[in-house]
């Protein structure tokens, strides 16, 4: 199915076993499993994962990430993300969440060296053994003026898809929707090109600050079919069943008007 004929997906973060049931009960079409979210989400345990996967249907992604210190790292934590990779898709994962960078912004070198680490990246799609990979948000420290290059490595990387607010860590999608139009246009247009083309679509998944309130427009402007939200509000640990419901509800609603559109 193409990306412009697909119904948008609707991915929730979950950072316990609790939200996952939640989110997919009330409509979510895919889990990103992690842990400890005031840590912005780390590798799952995989006792939790065995759980779900004998609660849910829906395609259960997992975070490799082993700690909160960037995203370039030393070889011990490279071999800890190989091992959990290894690990969890034992357990049954569908899909795995992680992106290694090179450190370019930290060493100073050559300005038009790639930032994302191919070597490593590609080594962990191979322990994944044909189950799909995105690419996660480390694309937001990447600046805007190397996306071309970053989006070709991440291509031939063979991620499935890229997370991202399409700015700076910190900011919201919704404060970047002219950057994340721009940025799917680019993909669309480096997927059609013709040294890309024996690689996987590389789809661009909207997240940060993703809600009900503001995912029909996002879907609308950016143009993108997949959107990323943990469902969450302040001080709570469990996802919001409504939240979820009413983000399916007006992506699918939007999508609606979109094919209403056309037909006039």
């Not at 780390?42 to 082993?66: A, C, G, H, N």
Request: aromatic share 6%; proline share 3%.
């Amino acid at each position: 199915m193409s990306q412009s004929t697909q119904c948008p997906i609707l991915e929730i973060a979950c950072f316990n076993q609790e939200s996952a049931v939640v989110a997919a009960r009330a409509g979510a079409d895919r889990i990103e499993l992690c842990k400890d979210y005031h840590l912005s989400g780390l590798s799952p345990d995989p006792e939790v994962l065995q759980k779900l996967k004998l609660q849910l249907t829906i395609p259960i992604y997992t975070m490799i990430r082993p700690h909160t210190e960037g995203f370039c790292y030393e070889e011990i934590d490279f071999e800890t993300m190989k091992q959990t990779v290894k690990s969890l898709k034992s357990y049954g994962a569908d899909g795995f969440v992680f992106g290694i960078l090179t450190g370019s912004q930290q060493t100073g070198r050559d300005p038009n060296a790639s930032w994302v680490d191919i070597s490593r990246n590609k080594q962990l799609i191979q322990l994944a053994e044909g189950l799909p990979c995105t690419f996660h948000r480390a694309f937001d420290l990447i600046p805007e003026s190397h996306w071309e290059r970053a989006l070709a490595d991440i291509m031939e990387c063979g991620f499935a898809s890229i997370l991202t607010n399409g700015g700076p860590s910190g900011t919201k999608a919704t404060e970047c929707v002219d950057k994340l139009q721009t940025l799917v246009r680019l993909q669309t247009q480096l997927q059609g090109h013709g040294k890309l083309q024996r690689h996987r679509v590389t789809e661009i998944i909207v997240g940060g600050g993703v809600r009900a309130s503001n995912i029909g427009m996002l879907h609308t402007i950016t143009g993108a079919k997949t959107f990323h939200s943990a469902g969450l509000f302040a001080s709570e640990e469990v996802t919001c069943a409504v939240e979820v419901s009413k983000m399916k509800d007006e992506i699918l609603r939007a999508r609606e008007g979109e094919g209403d559109e056309q037909a006039r």
